[in-house]
């Protein structure tokens, strides 16, 4: 028998919470559309969480709703246990670091980061103490004296991180922090933040739409697909078991066929079949249930080869490493593994097939 929970007393689950974050039943409309729907999200201390997905599925709109810029219509947010659904930015344990990082031009990087401890009214010893710190911690002390418009791009980053950081939030939140640097910045830059985040064991919430930037650095990725989260798991389940055939489109690359899989070869069905390029096997030898294809196209990608093979008016992507074959070639391509989808959802799990 239950009976009903007394008005203000702890919910349960709060109880249970570890001290990380939690949204429940989170709601949001804007311009009269359901932005967010019912979105729940459980992110365990010390975790780095990315929210994932295509461009206007909602990912900002939740991390503003978590870092207190936009109220949600419906639903609760605990940060280490406390209610903060209510409470403006600077009432919150946590800290966000902006996408075009809202740094003062005009100051130094010392006092951008300073900032938020002056309008918190710290003392200046302190102030003095804790920005030295936190710039040691992002190596940004040789700058303290420059101005955001004398560093570069890499390095205006990292005075965002720290001057989130030196509020010492319980939740760290970052709007695509790596969206305004190069390609090879973007790898160090985001190692680098992971390293930290580690070593600060700060539970950590970075929106990207940048799937290998989300998969490479997260404990845990939330994809996101129009106001709901599809799938919250680790990186490498998320890849070898998308439970979605959204999540299976969105991350990596699949080869998508309208049928069933047999095991072997993919044959009249009701499901959509999903068969990633690495579970193509290309031998110019025959093999049982391989299709008879021509090598139509080749693309060279450092350490392996993506392949495009076709028979009539099917075509496959499959990746090889070692020499690709040449060009028109005709060989045998197996099917490996497959992800099979009836209704969008996954029905059977991927398995190899031994010929
Ligand atoms: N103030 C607003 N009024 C009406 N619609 C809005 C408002 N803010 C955002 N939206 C809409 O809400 C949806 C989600 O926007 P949001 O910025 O959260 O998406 P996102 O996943 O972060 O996308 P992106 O990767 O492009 O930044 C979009 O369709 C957007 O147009």
Same mark, same amino acid.
């Given at each position: 028998?239950?009976?009903? /929970?007394?008005?203000?007393?702890?919910?349960?689950?709060?109880?249970?919470?570890?001290?990380? &974050?939690?949204?429940?039943?989170?709601?949001?409309?804007?311009?009269?559309?359901?932005?967010?729907?019912?979105?729940? %999200?459980?992110?365990?201390?010390?975790?780095?969480? *990315?929210?994932? =997905?295509?461009?206007?599925?909602?990912?900002?709109?939740?991390?503003?709703?978590?870092?207190?810029? %936009?109220?949600?219509?419906?639903?609760?947010?605990?940060?280490?246990?406390?209610?903060?659904?209510?409470?403006?930015?600077?009432?919150?344990?946590?800290?966000?670091?902006?996408?075009? #990082?809202?740094?003062?031009?005009?100051?130094?990087?010392?006092?951008?980061?300073?900032?938020?401890?002056? &309008?918190?009214?710290?003392?200046?010893?302190?102030?003095?103490?804790?920005?030295?710190?936190?710039?040691?911690?992002?190596?940004?002390?040789?700058?303290?004296?420059?101005?955001?418009?004398?560093?570069?791009?890499?390095?205006?980053?990292?005075?965002?991180?720290?001057?989130?950081?030196?509020?010492?939030?319980?939740?760290?939140?970052?709007? !695509?922090?790596?969206?305004? &640097?190069?390609?090879? &910045?973007?790898?160090?830059?985001? !190692?680098?933040?992971?390293?930290?985040?580690?070593?600060?064991?700060?539970?950590?919430?970075?929106? /990207?739409?940048?799937?290998?930037?989300?998969?490479?650095?997260?404990?845990?990725?939330?994809?996101?697909?129009?106001?709901?989260?599809?799938?919250?798991?680790?990186?490498?389940?998320? #890849?070898?078991?998308?439970?979605? !055939?959204?999540?299976?489109?969105?991350?990596? *690359?699949?080869?998508?066929?309208?049928?069933?899989?047999?095991?072997?070869?993919?044959?009249?069905?009701?499901?959509?079949?999903?068969?990633?390029?690495? *579970?193509? $096997?290309?031998?110019? /030898? +025959?093999?049982?249930?391989?299709?008879?294809?021509?090598?139509?196209?080749?693309?060279?990608?450092?350490?392996?080869?993506?392949? @495009?093979? @076709?028979?009539?008016?099917?075509?496959?992507?499959? #990746?090889? *490493?070692?020499? +690709?074959?040449?060009? =028109?070639?005709?060989?045998?391509?197996?099917?490996?593994?497959?992800?099979? #989808?009836?209704?969008?959802?996954?029905?059977?799990? +991927?398995? $190899?097939?031994?010929?």
């Amino acid at each position: 028998m239950s009976s009903p /929970t007394p008005v203000g007393a702890a919910d349960p689950a709060d109880r249970a919470d570890d001290g990380g &974050l939690r949204l429940t039943a989170l709601r949001k409309t804007l311009g009269g559309r359901t932005i967010i729907d019912d979105l729940d %999200l459980t992110v365990q201390r010390g975790e780095l969480v *990315s929210l994932l =997905g295509p461009s206007g599925c909602g990912k900002t709109t939740t991390l503003r709703m978590i870092a207190g810029f %936009l109220a949600p219509d419906a639903g609760r947010i605990t940060m280490a246990g406390r209610d903060v659904t209510r409470l403006g930015p600077d009432k919150r344990p946590s800290a966000m670091v902006f996408q075009n #990082y809202a740094l003062w031009p005009h100051m130094t990087v010392a006092k951008n980061v300073a900032y938020p401890l002056r &309008l918190r009214r710290k003392s200046r010893a302190e102030i003095a103490e804790r920005v030295e710190q936190v710039l040691g911690l992002v190596n940004l002390l040789h700058h303290r004296g420059s101005r955001p418009p004398q560093i570069s791009g890499g390095e205006q980053q990292r005075v965002a991180l720290a001057r989130a950081l030196v509020q010492e939030p319980d939740v760290l939140l970052l709007d !695509e922090p790596l969206s305004n &640097l190069d390609a090879k &910045l973007r790898v160090k830059v985001r !190692e680098d933040i992971r390293d930290l985040q580690q070593r600060l064991g700060i539970t950590t919430v970075i929106v /990207t739409h940048d799937q290998e930037e989300a998969l490479s650095i997260s404990d845990r990725v939330a994809v996101m697909n129009q106001g709901r989260i599809e799938q919250f798991t680790t990186p490498a389940e998320l #890849y070898a078991r998308p439970e979605t !055939e959204f999540v299976a489109t969105f991350i990596g *690359s699949l080869n998508r066929f309208d049928g069933a899989f047999d095991g072997v070869r993919i044959v009249d069905g009701d499901g959509v079949v999903g068969v990633r390029p690495e *579970s193509v $096997a290309f031998t110019t /030898t +025959p093999r049982p249930g391989a299709l008879r294809a021509t090598v139509e196209r080749i693309v060279p990608h450092g350490h392996f080869h993506e392949l @495009r093979l @076709r028979r009539d008016d099917v075509t496959l992507a499959a #990746y090889v *490493s070692g020499p +690709p074959p040449a060009l =028109g070639a005709v060989g045998f391509a197996a099917i490996e593994a497959a992800l099979v #989808y009836r209704d969008g959802r996954l029905v059977r799990q +991927p398995e $190899a097939v031994v010929a």
